[in-house]
């Protein structure tokens, strides 16, 4: 087998050279973090479900003209992307309050906002992922105002869509984590939905049961990651409706 050259890894992934200039192979792995990887596991079998999931998504956002860093999918744990320019932001869209927005705000968790908010996160882990401003990001040159105008509408573009297709099979979506990166075509430049959108960056609530089918059942301790990331694969068609849940799960091809 040929070797591999790394080019970056993280907490759930790792990033190698891809087979052709401006390509990227995605390799998505199993460990699992929470609060600044002070709370950390390996959940077998969280890689291969991260790896379908994202590609249903990224594959839906490409249909309906959001472009996106996604190619194909390569095996059960690999894709292969686009190389982009990450632009150092995470942008977070909220639907409802959760999380850190009920924490500052004091804000009950679970209360529908009255519109989507989007906020802007500092991409750097040692410092937590600061909370910044759109005068932050312009004053640091970290994304230019026609960048921001552009963000802000390709996050709100993936909100509709993923609202709609989580609404579809009985899941709300309460807010979600984006990176956008920068690629070129000759002179010019455009924005494109990057890294990953999968459970471990979105929060899901069942809508009858508000059962939550993302990472907070890590986070919380409220049972198994396999089993939650397992159901939203399977309401979506990505995994059988039929099969139970298991450690190594069977994906549909």
Known sequence: MARRTKIYEGT????????EPGTIVQHFKDDTTAFNAEKKAVIEGKGVLNNRLSEFFMTGLNNIGVPTHFIKRLNM???????????PLEIVVRNYAAGDLSTRLGIDEGMQLPRPIVEYHFKNNDLGDP????EHIAAFGWAGQQDMEDI???SLRVNDFMSGVMMAVGI?????KLEVGRIYEGDFQRLIVADEISPD????????????LDK????RDLGSLTDAYTEVARRLGVMPKTSTPMMKPTLIN
């Open 12 to 19: 759930a992934k790792i990033l190698y050279e891809g087979p």
């Open 131 to 134: 909370l910044v401003t759109e």
């Open 77 to 87: 744990r690999e894709q292969l992307i686009r190389q982009a320019e990450i632009i």
């Open 152 to 154: 802000l509408s390709l």
């Open 172 to 176: 709300r979506l309460v807010d979600f």
């Open 201 to 212: 960056s979105c929060r899901l609530w069942d809508i009858e049961t508000g059962q939550k």
């Open 216 to 219: 907070d059942v890590f986070r």
